[in-house]
């Protein structure tokens, strides 16, 4: 059910930060000692219009504090150098990282904001070289940019494709090896590893598929995988907390059910690896 004619938003995010990191996430702000789960993510993580995302699913059902280190539209350029959720993930009892896309991370080809991933803040000469009918001053977010390139020239396109692709694989890797020990990958998304991620409208997370995955080598305790629908709530406003301005958005995110679901999951993956270690 949707609560309307709220001031200021609809949810508590209780927004907190850690240490030194410039980075807001949600909240409650928790302790980082003793036993601790930390889970890196973008904006299902954070978990937009609702009340308990599968972060705090997870903490209710393993009573182990949970640290949501969740960014609404967070790539990996905005954990990869941040020493504060690097360090809280090397003393975590267990690390969830979630599966992003590639396009919010800087390249040869563009710059993202080092925080506001999404946000696009410089253009190099390869792309202009690359792309010299398009004005580029017309762009501020990357979802916006990338959507008119591939219009443009989709055989050009695949080389900023590609570019892209080499540099999410670098990244995660370099994050997985900063971070030290293995990780629990965790895919939520509209559509399978398997199929098709070559554009913008085959959903996210955008450009990454199986193949992508696959490379990423020695770092990777286990992968789990939760594929939603409209079942899990896309679509609805069931179970969503949002003010009339934010419907649009609400209605694009999965919903309760999909946050229970990974929860389950992730409740059964972190056993299994329990008892491995054990």
Partial sequence: MAYENMPGPAVDYAPCRYGTSRLVFRGPQQRLAGRY??????????????????????????????????????????????????????????????????????????????????????????????????????FHFTRHMLGVLEETSASRFALLRDELRRVWLSRMNLLMSRIGRPVTLLWMAGRRPEDPAETLADGDPPYVGRAQIDALRGRIADEVRHVFCEKAGVGSPDGKLFNPEEEPAALTVAGPAAHEAVAEALVGALGRQHRKAG
Avoid: W
């Fill in 37 to 138: 789960i930390a889970v890196l993510g973008g904006s299902e993580t954070y978990g937009r219009y609702l009340a308990d995302p599968y972060p705090a699913l997870l903490q209710d059902a393993t009573g182990v504090r949970t640290v949501n280190f969740g960014c609404v539209n967070a790539g990996v350029d905005a954990f990869v150098g941040d020493e504060t959720v690097i360090d809280a993930c090397r003393g975590a009892e267990a690390v969830i990282l979630q599966i992003g896309g590639a396009a919010n991370l800087s390249n040869r080809f563009y710059g993202v904001h080092p925080r506001r991933n999404d946000r696009v803040t410089t253009i190099s000469p390869v792309m202009k070289a690359v792309f010299p009918e398009v004005d580029f001053t017309d």
